[in-house]
Nanobody, 122 residues
Framework: QVQLVESGGGLVQPGGSLRLSCAASGSIFSINAMGWYRQAPGKQRELVATITRGRNTNYADFVKGRFTISRDNAKNTVYLQMNSLKPEDTAVYYC????????????????WGQGTQVTVSS
């Protein structure tokens, strides 16, 4: 079994910063792409940022210049540093990863975390 566990969400004032973490655990052979998505109330889940194992990154236009995605392959962990937060960034943030397990090294499975709430409000 594989689990993704997010942490670091919370309440922050506009202009503030938060750092999200997502640690993958379980019978992991290798992790390919990792990413962060978010879902605001009444809206569809949307891509925030992704990062490959080789640390190539991709960002949604609405976070470019404010958010930074990074990863620690040794710790099977992905991070999202969020600066200059705006009220419209309020959402549940989900971690996502393409993982190869020890039990099936020829198959890539996609996993989601349970989500962490980020609220930007004064």
């Amino acid at each position: 079994q594989v689990q993704l566990v997010e942490s670091g969400g919370g309440l922050v004032q506009p202009g503030g910063s938060l750092r999200l973490s997502c640690a993958a655990s379980g019978s992991i052979f290798s992790i390919n792409a990792m990413g962060w998505y978010r879902q605001a109330p009444g809206k569809q889940r949307e891509l925030v940022a992704t990062i490959t194992r080789g640390r190539n990154t991709n960002y949604a236009d609405f976070v470019k210049g404010r958010f930074t995605i990074s990863r620690d392959n040794a710790k099977n962990t992905v991070y999202l540093q969020m600066n200059s937060l705006k009220p419209e960034d309020t959402a549940v943030y989900y971690c996502n990863a393409d993982i190869i397990t020890v039990q099936a090294i020829n198959v890539v499975h996609n996993y989601w975390g349970q989500g962490t709430q980020v609220t930007v409000s004064s």
